[in-house]
Nanobody, 125 residues
Framework: QVQLVESGGGLVQAGGSLRLSCAAS????????MGWFRQAPGKEREFVAA????????YYANSVKDRFTISRDNAKNTVYLQMNSLKPEDTAVYYC??????????????????WGQGTQVTVSS
């Protein structure tokens, strides 16, 4: 069992930055590939970014590439999402998720085993 708790969401103006954190407890954090997803009102949950077990390899959705950075600190059992140059269309509830095994990438939400409760990010124009 893995428990995930996100933090760091809030209201920011377009062009601003936020850093989301996701703290994990429970089973060995470094055994899980980690991902960030988001869900806007009336839309399906969509993939944002993923990191390998060590964090040395990452993958991003085209919509956030070059603006967002996923990283992880296995010593702190935490994964981060640095979001720069935010746009109003980035407004959503952001979720972190953990996936057993070493494979990572733009997998569907169903491929992930554990989820956090989400944190709201609102970008004003």
């Amino acid at each position: 069992q893995v428990q995930l708790v996100e933090s760091g969401g809030g209201l920011v103006q377009a062009g601003g930055s936020l850093r989301l954190s996701c703290a994990a407890s429970g089973r060995i954090f470094s055994s899980y590939a980690m991902g960030w997803f988001r869900q806007a009102p009336g839309k399906e949950r969509e993939f944002v970014a993923a990191a390998s077990l060590s964090g040395g390899r990452t993958y991003y959705a085209n919509s956030v590439k070059d603006r967002f950075t996923i990283s992880r600190d296995n010593a702190k059992n935490t994964v981060y999402l640095q979001m720069n140059s935010l746009k109003p269309e980035d407004t959503a509830v952001y979720y972190c998720a953990a996936k057993r095994g070493g494979s990572y990438g733009p997998y569907a939400p169903s491929a992930y085993d554990y989820w956090g409760q989400g944190t709201q990010v609102t970008v004003s124009s």
